[in-house]
């Protein structure tokens, strides 16, 4: 069960955009940057308040990729996948990433260090294969071996 603040952000997101038209999408974002997921709780509020089924905002919250149904780690990685980036060898990027960090996308590494997503297109397409972490640090020109090097540092600085 979500802690009792999580319960009162979800309801002041929801009350503040629940009058938006295709409030769904503007709520569950809301609820994800401000928990940094959207607990199971969340869903009946919002099913509640949008005349909704839980069926149908559950089915959203599965659908899309971005939202995360519980916790990421510490740290999220956003590998590329774009076409311009495949090009210059992101999927073998991408295998190495779940190798090295035992995940695979959408998922945690076991100690809570890592979530491991895949991003299309980080606007990096002259110097890819390109990786994003936590929204804010874009590596570009990536290799195995900077990859690792990358993952030893954020775990260095935990």
Do not use: W
């Not at 149904?69 to 999220?76: C, T």
């Not at 997503?117 to 980080?122: G, N, R």
């Amino acid at each position: 069960m979500a802690e009792a603040s999580g319960i009162e952000t979800i309801k002041a997101v929801v009350e503040a955009k629940k009058s938006l038209p295709g409030a769904l999408l503007p709520i569950l974002h809301d609820i994800q940057d401000a928990l940094g997921h959207v607990p199971s709780e969340a869903v009946p509020v919002i099913a509640a308040a949008l005349n909704l089924s839980r069926a149908e905002v559950h089915g959203v919250i599965s659908y899309y990729h971005h939202f995360r149904q519980h916790p990421a780690g510490h740290h999220v990685l956003r590998v590329c996948r774009a076409e311009a980036c495949q090009s210059l060898g992101s999927e073998a990027l991408a295998d190495h990433a779940k190798a090295t960090l035992g995940c695979d996308f959408h998922e945690t590494t076991a100690d809570g260090s890592f979530t491991l997503e895949p991003a299309y297109c980080l606007g990096q397409c002259a110097c890819g294969p390109a990786m994003l972490i936590d929204d804010s640090e874009v590596h570009a020109r990536l290799t195995p071996e900077k990859f690792d090097a990358i993952v030893a540092a954020k775990r260095g600085a935990e």
